[in-house]
């Protein structure tokens, strides 16, 4: 089993509909957790942080759930821009800060 | 304004040459790493260095080498000892007394190996 699993897509949804990802990690030391995004060709940036109480940034929503070992990506509202891969990202913590990346969802947004 | 730079952006070589890839960082930050990205697999870590004149190998060393003489610095050698060169190459820095434990990226450096 992948450290880090999601789904490639690609998911192409219409604008201004909600979508959501899923990405689940076998590693249930896993101490935090991240959405990044990357657009084509292009290096990832940090979406947001992920944590066990949620967080909201906007139209983005992140969820944590330790007790299945998945984190979830909510867009509501989907605008054209959010067409990128979304990664999810997983530290395992320890002396070394080591992260695992998924290999990304795929989301295309169109009009 | 503060970040990192990779050179250059695109770069071609013969197979049997090696190449260096650089990563410049002006974040002050004591951690650096190079990923490389292939089509369908997610970021792997080649080497990482916590800090000057120290540095780690990744899940996918093998082939590639790396120096960390200055914080600011951090290049990548891909030796043709490496089987299957050509992909995109990222580097990141992080301060890892940062408690959010972001990873900032370069823009990345495409390899072409032919």
């Known amino acids: 089993r992948k450290e880090v699993e999601q789904d490639p897509g690609p998911f192409n949804v219409p604008e201004g509909a909600t979508v959501a990802f899923n990405c689940t990690y076998s590693?249930?030391?896993?101490?935090?957790f991240f959405w990044y995004r990357q657009d084509c060709r292009k290096e990832p940036k940090l979406l947001m942080s992920?944590?066990?109480s949620g967080n909201e940034d906007g139209r983005f929503t992140a969820q944590l759930n330790r007790a299945s070992q998945y984190i979830s990506l909510l867009i509501r509202d989907s605008k054209l821009s959010d067409s990128a891969t979304y990664l999810c990202v997983v530290n395992r913590g320890g002396g070394y800060q080591k992260v695992t990346f998924g290999i990304g969802t795929k989301l295309q947004v169109i009009p | 304004d503060g970040g990192i730079t990779q050179s250059p952006k695109y770069l071609f070589r013969k197979e049997g040459q090696n190449v260096t890839l650089s990563c410049e960082q002006n974040l002050n930050h004591d951690a650096m790493y190079w990923y490389r990205q292939d089509p369908g697999q997610g970021l792997r870590l080649i080497y990482y260095s916590q800090i000057v004149n120290d540095f780690q190998k990744g899940d996918i060393a093998e082939g590639y080498s790396v120096s960390r003489e200055k914080k600011e610095s951090f290049p990548l050698t891909v030796t043709s000892a490496q089987k299957n060169p050509t992909a995109f190459y990222l580097c990141?820095?992080?301060?890892?007394?940062?408690?959010?434990?972001?990873?900032?990226f370069g823009p990345g450096t495409r390899l072409t190996v032919t």
């Open positions: 590693n249930s030391a896993s101490q935090s």
């Open positions: 990141a820095s992080r301060n890892p007394r940062d408690l959010g434990h972001e990873q900032y």
């Open positions: 992920v944590y066990s």
